[in-house]
C-alpha cells in the first residue's frame, strides 16, 4: 500500500489531485495543512483520508508528516513561501523519514532559466518560476527520488481568480496591457490529473522525469475576451484596466506586478508537447472546453 502524502492539500492543485486520488485502491492518502482549521475541512472533505497538520517552517511537523510515506507531492504558493527554508526542511523531513520513494514537484520554470538569470526584484516577488528556480537545484542536488510537474504558462484557474468576476459583472476582460503577452494555458484539472497518475504509475517510470506541461495554442487577452464572447453569446470587451487585478490581488498587486515583467518575456520561448494527452491518453482541456464547462462562472 502507497501512502501518499499531500502538501498543500487545501490548495487548488493539491486538493483537486487528492480527489483524483481519492478511493483509488492501493493507495492511503494523508493530507496536509498547516492550519487546524484547513486540516478539519480537509477530514471533511476526504473522510477516508488521514489528516496531519505539517507546517513546511516547522521541521519536526514535517518529520512527523512523512513517517510511513512513501510518495509525495508538494505544491508551494506565490508570493508567500521561502523556499530557501521551505525545500530544505522538506528535503531533511523526506530523509529522516527514510521511507520516500517519491517526491513530486510542481513548478513552473521556462526550461533553462535559472535563478542567476534573474534580478533580486523578481526573486523578491516569490512568484512562480522565482520559487522554483530556488527550490529545483536543491531537490536536484538531494539525491531523492524527484518527479517534477512543469507548468510554464497560466493555470485556466486564473479565469475564477481574477478575470471572471469583472466579466460577468460587466462583461469585460480586464487587465492591464503592460501584463499581456501570448500565453499557453493549462487546465487545473489536466495538472490534477497529470500528478495522480504519476503518482499511482510504478515508480522507477517517472523518477528523474521532468513533464513539462504546455498547450498548443497561445491566447494574449483580446484572444481570450473573443473565446468568451463566442461561448456567452454576447460581446466580451478587453479592457486596459487594473482597477479589477488590483481589488482582487491587495496587498500582492505590487510584487504580481514586478512578476509580469519577467513573466511577460521569459515564458514566450516554450515550445508545445505532446506531453499531456501522451500522460492522460486524451486530448487535454482547451481554453474553450474550460470555459463551457465553467460558464456559470462568466455569466
Ligand atoms: N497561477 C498560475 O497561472 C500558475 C502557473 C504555473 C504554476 N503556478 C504555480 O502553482 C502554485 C500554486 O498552486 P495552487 O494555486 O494550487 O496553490 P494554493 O492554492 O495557493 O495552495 C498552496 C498550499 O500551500 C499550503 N501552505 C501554505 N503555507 C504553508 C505552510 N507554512 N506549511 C505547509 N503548507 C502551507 C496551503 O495550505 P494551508 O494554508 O492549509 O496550510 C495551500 O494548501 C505556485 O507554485 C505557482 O507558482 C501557478
Redesign the pocket.
Known amino acids: 500500500m502507497d501512502r501518499i502524502l499531500i ?9 483537486l489531485t487528492s480527489e483524483r486520488l481519492a478511493g483509488k485502491g492501493g493507495v492511503q492518502l494523508r493530507l ?4 487546524e482549521a ?2 478539519a475541512a480537509l477530514q471533511e472533505r476526504f473522510p477516508d483520508a488521514e489528516t496531519v497538520i ?4 516547522d521541521a519536526a511537523s514535517l518529520e512527523a508528516a512523512m513517517q510511513g510515506v512513501t510518495r509525495v507531492f508538494v ?4 508570493f ?2 521561502d523556499e530557501r527554508v ?1 525545500t530544505p526542511n522538506i528535503i531533511k523531513a523526506a530523509k529522516a523519514a527514510g521511507s520516500i520513494a517519491q517526491i513530486v514537484r ?3 520554470i521556462p526550461p533553462g532559466l535559472t535563478e542567476s538569470d534573474l534580478s533580486q526584484a523578481f526573486l523578491d516577488t516569490r ?3 522565482n ?2 528556480v530556488i527550490a529545483k537545484p536543491l531537490l536536484d542536488a538531494s539525491g531523492l527520488p524527484v518527479t517534477y510537474i512543469n ?5 485556466m ?2 479565469l475564477p ?1 481574477f478575470l471572471a468576476p469583472e466579466v460577468k459583472a460587466n462583461r469585460r476582460l480586464a487587465m492591464p496591457a503592460i501584463t499581456d503577452a501570448n500565453r499557453m494555458w ?1 487546465s ?1 484539472g489536466d495538472i490534477a490529473d497529470v500528478a495522480a497518475t504519476i503518482l499511482v504509475a510504478p515508480i522507477a517510470d517517472h523518477i528523474g522525469k521532468e513533464h513539462v506541461l504546455t498547450a498548443p495554442a497561445r491566447y494574449d487577452y483580446p484572444a481570450i475576451a473573443v473565446l468568451l464572447g463566442e461561448e456567452l453569446g454576447e460581446d466580451v470587451a478587453y479592457a486596459d484596466d487594473d482597477g479589477p487585478l488590483r481589488a482582487t490581488m491587495g496587498e500582492a498587486f505590487d510584487a504580481l506586478m514586478t512578476y509580469f515583467e519577467h513573466e511577460t518575456q521569459a515564458y514566450g520561448g516554450v515550445t508545445h508537447n505532446e506531453t499531456v494527452a501522451a500522460l492522460l491518453g486524451r486530448p487535454q482541456e482547451t481554453v474553450r472546453d474550460y470555459i463551457k464547462s465553467n460558464r456559470q462562472l462568466f455569466v
Open positions: 502538501l498543500g492539500a487545501t490548495g487548488n492543485l493539491g486538493g496536509a495543512s498547516s492550519r484547513g486540516r505539517a507546517d513546511w517552517y505544491v508551494t504558493p506565490d508567500m513561501t521551505v510542481l513548478i513552473a512568484c512562480g518560476a520559487l522554483h507548468v510554464p504558462g497560466w493555470i484557474f486564473n481568480w493549462i487545473e
